[in-house]
C-alpha cells in the first residue's frame, strides 16, 4: 500500500502512529529524529514522510526544508503532525515545504486521512 517514514522523538507518539499505520496496511519506517531521518531517506525511499516539529538537534520545519531542497527527495510528500497548533505554525510548515498539518492528538481516521490528502 505504501512507505511511510514516522519522524518523532517521543516514543508513545512514534508506537501509536506505527501502530495506526501498519494496521491500515501500510509498511512503516521510524526514525527517532531529524538526522536519523535524513539517513533512512535516502536509504529507504518512503512514499510519505510525517514529522514532528519540536526535536532536538533539528526541528521538523529544518527537516521539511532540507527535504524540499533537495533533488532526490524533494517530490516525496511530507505531513507535519504537531502538539503546534496555532495557524501561523501552520502556515509556516506549508512555507517550509510540506503538503499537509496534522495536530495532535489526532485519531486514526484523521492521520490516515492526511496521508490519502498527499499521495497522488
Known amino acids: 500500500m505504501g512507505k511511510i517514514l514516522i519522524v518523532e522523538d517521543t516514543l508513545s507518539e512514534l508506537e501509536l502512529m506505527s501502530h495506526y499505520l501498519r494496521e ?4 512503516v519506517i521510524n526514525a527517532i529524529g531529524a538526522k536519523e531521518a535524513l539517513n533512512k531517506v535516502s536509504e529507504q525511499k518512503p512514499d510519505v514522510i510525517i514529522t514532528d516539529v519540536v526535536m532536538p538537534g533539528m526541528s521538523g520545519f529544518e527537516l ?57
Open 24 to 27: 491500515s496496511g501500510y509498511t
Open 64 to 120: 521539511c526544508r532540507r527535504l524540499k531542497t533537495n533533488s532526490v527527495t524533494e517530490n516525496i510528500p511530507i505531513v507535519i503532525c504537531s502538539s503546534k497548533n496555532q495557524e501561523i505554525d501552520r502556515l509556516w510548515g506549508m512555507k517550509q515545504g510540506a503538503d499537509a498539518y496534522l495536530t495532535k492528538p489526532f485519531t486514526r481516521e484523521q492521520i490516515i486521512r492526511a496521508i490519502k490528502s498527499v499521495v497522488v
